[in-house]
């Protein structure tokens, strides 16, 4: 949902005009789709299907460039962002857009961090952790 109000607000504004913009919209526009087809993966369970892909280390390398790609997208759109410009609702637009970049940026980088767990198997959970087997 923060990447689509990112790429949405991005491009309610004159992006085109400014070459900055058109690289915040090009790693917003990547990463919500990728991210979708991702969910659709998860939620029709097709990652079960495809047993043959290591689907948490995928994830997690996927999380890491998004999270890199959103720390550049943000520092752009935040620099690119004029106070003293004469249209005033592409500068509301811009700055929610960078603002929006960075709570992506956050949640992307919250996201490495579990799927880099969920690879490693510390993710366990009481059920799981329970001996089975006893002597």
């Given at each position: 949902v ?19 913009y ?12 990728l ?41 752009t ?59």
């Amino acid at each position: 949902v923060l990447g689509l109000l990112v790429w949405s607000l991005i491009a309610a504004t004159t992006y085109h005009l400014h070459a900055a913009y058109g690289w915040v919209m090009f790693v917003s526009l990547f990463c919500w789709i990728l991210t979708l087809l991702f969910f659709m993966t998860y939620l029709l369970q097709l990652h079960l299907k495809f047993y043959v892909i290591p689907w948490p280390l995928v994830l997690m390398i996927y999380n890491a460039v998004a999270t890199v790609l959103y720390i550049t997208a943000f520092v752009t759109c935040a620099a690119a962002v004029q106070p003293t410009s004469w249209r005033q609702w592409d500068y509301n637009r811009r700055a929610a857009a960078s603002f929006f970049a960075c709570l992506t940026m956050i949640i992307y980088g919250v996201s490495t961090f579990f799927s880099f767990r969920a690879w490693k198997g510390l993710g366990s959970n009481a059920a799981t952790s329970q001996v089975t087997d006893h002597a």
